[in-house]
DNA sequence: CAGCATCCCTTAAGATACTG
DNA sequence: CAGTATCTTAAGGGATGCTG
């Protein structure tokens, strides 16, 4: 990023905006939400889970979420190949936080406001 | 629940999602934080308590913010002029989801886990 | 003081095609 | 089955300078 080398130290040292660091791309909610619902998914079930992701994003969340250590991924060496992803403790951990944020979010949904972006 | 029903409703009914969209900038949260904590504070006092921020992201995510019905703005028209934002009472609501939501990411932070992206 | 306008750059995300 | 590689587009964010 273009970020200026100045003094401050901004937002990063804010646990929110490193929890969304984590957590704040487009897929990595629908992923653990699924995960955790199932505590474990082969490759295809998650895709089919989650409607409109493609292979491209798919792996790159997981891949995504298991570095930060989210998501485990076991893979079984048969033919044809299996890998099987669980969420973590870690992530586990996450759901209060999420059900909050989900209450929140249907709360304001139901006001029907529509959501603005800049002109 | 959360059956597929047919296929492409992919993510737009997620509430967590939605609560993203409404909240997921850069900017968005320390400046909630900031008006919540402070209950109403004019537009340099904001740019002030936010570090690194500049005027343009923060008029914009303003701008975003009372759109979306989390921020109220007051314009005193005086010379020189002044405006005083404040948290609505849906922003006051997020608090929880905010307070869980950092108590996880402080937590995850503390396992010195490095934050990866994508290589 | 409280902002907009403009231009630019980086990153996220998606389409498409191909492989062990 | 479970992914990669490559390319393209869209959006977010930022620097700088100007205005009512």
Redesign the interface.
């Given at each position: 990023m273009g970020n200026?080398q100045k003094d401050?130290?901004?937002?990063a040292d804010?646990?929110?905006?490193?929890?969304?660091?984590?957590i704040?791309g487009?897929?990595q909610?629908?992923i653990l939400?699924a995960l955790c619902?199932n505590r474990v998914l082969r490759y295809q079930e998650l895709k089919?889970?989650?409607?409109?992701?493609t292979n491209m994003m798919l792996a790159?969340s997981l891949?995504?979420l298991e570095?930060?250590?989210l998501v485990t991924r076991i893979q079984y060496t048969e033919i044809p190949p299996r890998v099987e992803y669980s969420p973590t403790e870690?992530a586990l951990?996450?759901l209060?936080?999420?059900e909050?944020?989900?209450?929140?979010?249907?709360?304001?949904?139901q006001?029907s406001?529509p959501?603005?972006?800049?002109q």
């Open positions: 200026s401050e130290a901004p937002l804010c646990p929110v905006t490193y929890a969304l660091r984590l704040g487009k897929w909610i629908p939400w619902q089919r889970k989650i409607a409109g992701i790159q891949k995504e570095s930060n250590g870690a951990r996450l209060p936080a999420l909050e944020l989900g209450k929140w979010g249907a709360e304001m949904k006001r406001l959501v603005e972006g800049p």
